[in-house]
């Protein structure tokens, strides 16, 4: 059964009542830490809910475009290091005048709707990220004539494609939301749908100057639209005990490899470790 929703932030962190406490007024005290529950930032997850229908029906089509988009889509969530582009809710005025005082009143409340999200991951030998977004933006718009290929699944005669061209063929659905410092319990959470990667980052990666060898980050830029709700972070919350029911969070509670992997102290076989997961 459904969680009953009691109010628009049903599901998120609720705020601790502070009314018993002088806070900055007059003397503060520092022996109540009750009242200095501050909101920590930096724990967020992303989950790719769905990807371009076309995207995945080559899979089918090649087993390099397989390993590259379900390993595009893990690295996307797995490597996610954070998100930036949301906006705050805002207002405007309008104003109420006798002729000679003014008053301005409220009369129209704004939340973002189309807009830009980036992340920055550090691209993948072989390309990974800049493969996949050249086979997404190629596939909806050929560079050279701006034509709408899909990469070849809209070939073949009138009635018998592979898939007939439509936006709802084209579009990322990403669930993101912020947690608090346990990882356990949501703060806010967002569905990103109609999205869309707008860039595929190879000048950032094919540009080079003779001595310099690093490691390329390249932001990863997509346009889509946040939408928000109890409905919302409710899943977002099932998505965050899945994450809790299967990652270490306790380094004292993690079996490395390199202990699987550890000769017994007689040199003879390996140490048995079942599963990278160590429970006491």
């Given at each position: 059964m459904a969680a009953e929703i009691k109010s628009i932030f049903t599901g998120q962190v609720t705020p601790r009542d502070l009314t018993q406490y002088t806070l900055y007024r007059g003397v503060t005290d520092f022996s109540q830490l009750h009242q200095f529950n501050m909101f920590e930032g930096g724990y967020s997850f992303l989950h790719v809910i769905k990807i371009p229908k076309f995207l995945d029906d080559l899979t089918s089509k090649s087993d390099e475009y397989k390993q590259l988009i379900h390993s595009y889509r893990h690295y996307l969530e797995y490597a996610f290091k954070g998100l930036s582009g949301f906006e705050d809710i805002t207002a405007d005025t309008g104003e109420v005048n006798n002729g000679v005082s003014t008053m301005n009143l409220i009369n129209k409340v704004n939340m973002q709707s189309a807009s830009q999200f980036s992340m920055n991951y550090n691209e993948q030998h072989g390309l990974l990220l800049a493969k996949v977004h050249e086979l997404f933006l190629r596939g909806?718009?050929?560079?050279?004539?701006?034509?709408?290929?899909?990469?070849?699944?809209?070939?073949?005669?009138?009635?018998?494609?592979?898939?007939?061209?439509?936006?709802?063929?084209?579009?990322?659905?990403?669930?993101?939301?912020?947690?608090?410092?346990?990882?356990?319990?949501?703060?806010?959470?967002?569905?990103?749908?109609?999205?869309?990667?707008?860039?595929?980052?190879?000048?950032?990666?094919?540009?080079?100057?003779?001595?310099?060898?690093?490691?390329?980050?390249?932001?990863?830029?997509?346009?889509?639209?946040?939408?928000?709700?109890?409905?919302?972070?409710?899943?977002?919350?099932?998505?965050?005990?899945?994450?809790?029911?299967?990652?270490?969070?306790?380094?004292m509670k993690f079996g490395y490899q390199a202990l699987k992997d550890m000769p017994n102290p007689d040199g003879t076989g390996t140490v048995v470790v079942d599963s990278p997961k160590v429970e006491f």
């Open positions: 909806i718009k050929d560079p050279k004539t701006g034509v709408k290929t899909y990469n070849g699944l809209i070939d073949g005669p009138e009635g018998n494609t592979t898939m007939a061209a439509g936006y709802e063929n084209e579009v990322f659905t990403f669930l993101y939301y912020v947690c608090d410092n346990t990882c356990r319990n949501i703060e806010k959470a967002y569905l990103i749908v109609a999205a869309q990667p707008t860039t595929a980052a190879l000048g950032d990666v094919s540009n080079s100057e003779r001595g310099q060898f690093d490691w390329k980050e390249v932001s990863v830029q997509f346009n889509g639209i946040p939408l928000v709700g109890p409905a919302i972070t409710a899943k977002a919350q099932q998505f965050l005990n899945f994450i809790n029911e299967h990652t270490i969070f306790d380094e």
